[in-house]
């Protein structure tokens, strides 16, 4: 008890935390005393030696990992628990969300997902005009990042070209805020070559926003719809995901003999202690939370049985060189085409698993495959399936090197290319990268530009001058960047390199 | 197909400041030039096969094969070392290229590629296999859209640039300088060629970008700077002209003496050329 009190005293005195902070982490802390949902041996002790992870997901799920409500059922029909009447103009429209939010939890204690705004927010934008529009976009992203300083909050936007879409674009590129973070959902057959100039532009601008493939992503899911939320995860609207564990693939590479006992016993009595661990939290979740006893269901935002459950892996990188170095080959990965075809074997299975291990209370009786972004104090293990930080090829073999992973991650795969700034005066190389990226199979695509402030960390934004802020003990308004600058400090990744510096002809042969 | 070859230095499968959008680029060997300030002095000379730089290659990834300079990419860890021991400014790790190699290139990395550049050293050197590939590139349903731009010196004669024109979108041409000795001094060569080659690509509307290298105290004098805005006017004030700032990156010998051009001389040259009607003026985005 009394380490407890040493560190609930730690966070109440913290110089750098604002109260509302201290007051969500003396929450975990407090969560966390309680026991862990009972595990089995075998899965206790996998997640004892972190070769599976629940990423700190607290001990007792009392709500889902991410919530992602359909929006329009209250913008329709209001909310009786809420009080609130179908709103009509845009005012009220976007009073509505603005309200609605502040009801949606996560795995944060914020919002995770701000709806398809564009399409939310069209019907009531007719006699709006251009500029009555933008003043109001700038004050709700105003809001938003006031309120919910939160950079895993997500709003998305697209395919079609549309005002709202153009404004939230314009607006964002301006105020260059932390949050919200932001998708564009993009289909070749429905989006405008326009559109995806302005948002390949804005990411010139401020590295948002991400850009996703809209059509790989329908084919995934069903006609309710998808949204992007956090770092990258795409889930089912009016549902979204009750948890996400992961498993780390290097330590499996570590724990076999070779590539053969790899697949054959180590990778399958691993990927097994990730389901059970799933299915604890699960069960907490549906049969003694009552989570589900919400208005949110009552209403119809969200529905019970359109939970996934997201199937997480990282340090792809380290368990194909681990095992390259047990088969005694050279080849690393990212670079040779053996190891590549290693990684992409392994993905492959780990698919083929997910879809035919069932799982109960999720949706469509199976998990879902994710390329995890990684933590904050993940040491000497990569992101999902990228490149190691600081060793990437150029843009280009880096997108031919991972496509062939991406059909395989449907709940998201996230892939942060870094372009030096010379790429601000050629906004047309940026929709060429992008296009180039779609068509051989990329999900997503999302960029940092090396000179922005605003930059991703492992999946999420944070702002340059915040970190060194935070890191001069000043304190930051926003909550990832905490998480930012611990994993600046930790995995050197700011050191993720910026690629084609001016362009000088480097003499040395090769990539 | 043609069995025209190309000596190359070294392809880039992404590039965004060699032309609009992302380009294949592909730097070919060999310089009519000789500029101080390059900064890939590197590509200037091509081998004679003397053998100087092999015993400079600790990881023996060179060696003489009949009398010929042989390569091996695989053992090499580019510490380019044979570079600094090369007495000519050449580079023994230049690789041989077919029409049909580059043409497999461009078809892998055909998505992300918005055309081609060809550079160097001086691409013009190697005409034949430029204008070949570039006929075959537009000859061809499949690289329909596809773009072909040359980097260039200008130093081509009239004759060469009006067949090469027929199959290139456009031209990056380089200006080192407007007074004849200054230019000479600079680079070895008069300048006469260079910009009447600025005419011919401006007429032919084929001059994508006009670049000037501001060099302190050499190009960046009022003198300079008024005769490249008397030319653009002589040419049309809608030329993009690019001004970019000599740096030591790359550079050797005396070169390195020589002060580097400050972010501030730049836009104030910038301004100056706005001030004189011409709107369409790049600076660079990175100083290094």
Known sequence: ?511 | MSSARATVSKILTYSCVDGPGNRLVVFLQGCNFNCSACHNPHTIGVCNHCGDCIPACHAAALSLEDGEISFDPVACDMCDACIEACPIGANPMVRQYSIANILDLIRKHRPFLSGITVSGGEPTQQLKFISELFQAIKSEQEFSGFSCFVDSNGHLGAANWEKLLRFTDGVMLDIKGFDDSLHEELTGKSNERSLHAARILYAAGKLYELRFLLIPGKTDNDAELNRLIEFVESLGKDVRIKLNAFQHHGVKGKALDWEKMPQAGVEMAAERLRAAGIQNVVTPSVYI
């Open chain 1, 1 to 511: 008890m009394q380490e407890i009190t040493r560190k609930l005293h730690e966070i109440t005195t913290d110089k750098t935390l604002s109260p509302a902070q201290k007051a969500h982490y003396l929450a975990l802390e407090a969560e966390n005393l309680l026991p862990y949902p009972a595990l089995d041996a075998k899965t206790q002790q996998a997640l004892d030696e972190r070769v599976i992870c629940d990423l700190y997901e607290g001990h007792a799920p009392y709500k889902p990992r991410y919530v992602l409500p359909d929006y329009s059922i209250v913008l329709k029909q209001g909310s009786e628990y809420l009080e609130l009447p179908v709103p009509e103009t845009l005012d009220e429209a976007i009073n509505t969300l603005m309200i609605a939010y502040h009801h949606v939890p996560s795995v944060t204690g914020m919002p995770v997902y701000l709806g398809q705004l564009d399409e939310l927010l069209l019907p009531f934008c007719d006699g709006v005009d251009d500029q009555e529009l933008y003043n109001r976009i700038k004050l709700f992203w105003r809001y938003l990042d006031r309120t919910l300083p939160d950079a895993f909050m997500h709003a998305n936007i697209g395919p079609t070209d549309n005002r709202v879409a153009r404004t939230i674009l314009r607006v964002d590129a301006e105020l260059k805020q932390t949050a919200p973070n932001l998708t564009f959902f993009y289909d070749p057959q429905v989006s405008t070559e326009q559109i995806l100039a302005i948002a390949t532009n804005s990411i010139v601008e401020c590295s948002k926003p991400h850009i996703a493939n809209h059509p790989m992503h329908v084919e995934t899911f069903d006609e309710r719809g998808y949204g992007i939320v956090s770092c990258y995860n795409a889930l089912p609207v009016a549902g979204g995901s009750s948890t996400l564990t992961r498993l780390s693939l290097k330590e499996v590479a570590l724990r076999s003999k070779g590539e053969a006992d790899f697949f054959d016993s180590v990778l399958p009595h691993y990927m097994e202690m990730n389901f059970r661990l799933a299915e604890n939290r699960i069960d907490f979740l549906f049969n003694e939370s009552n989570f589900f006893e919400s208005f949110l269901v009552a209403e119809g935002w969200i529905e019970r049985d359109r939970f996934t459950a997201m199937y997480g892996i990282y340090a792809m990188a380290e368990a194909v060189n681990v095992l390259q170095d047990k088969e005694g080959r050279a080849g690393r990965y990212g670079f040779d085409d053996l190891a590549n075809a290693l990684g992409h074997r392994i993905s492959r299975v780990l698919a083929e698993t997910v879809e035919q291990r069932p799982m109960k209370n999720v949706w469509r009786g199976h998990a879902m495959l994710h390329a995890q972004a990684g933590l904050s104090n993940d040491v000497q293990a990569t992101p999902g399936v990228r490149i190691p930080y600081g060793t990437e090829p150029d843009p280009v073999m880096h997108i031919q090197a991972l496509a062939p992973h991406h059909q395989y991650y449907e709940s998201g795969i996230s892939e942060i290319l870094t372009l030096d700034e010379t790429i601000k005066d050629n906004p047309e190389a940026m929709q060429q990268l992008c296009k180039g990226a779609f068509s051989c199979g990329f999900r997503e695509f999302t960029v940092n530009v090396a000179s922005n402030d605003l930059v991703r960390v492992t999946g999420f934004m944070v702002r340059l001058s915040d970190i060194k802020k935070f890191n001069e003990a000043k304190g930051s308004r926003t909550n990832t960047t905490a998480l930012g600058a611990e994993a600046a400090d930790i995995v050197n990744i700011l050191e993720r390199k910026p690629r084609v510096m001016s362009h000088e002809l480097r003499p040395g042969y090769g990539q």
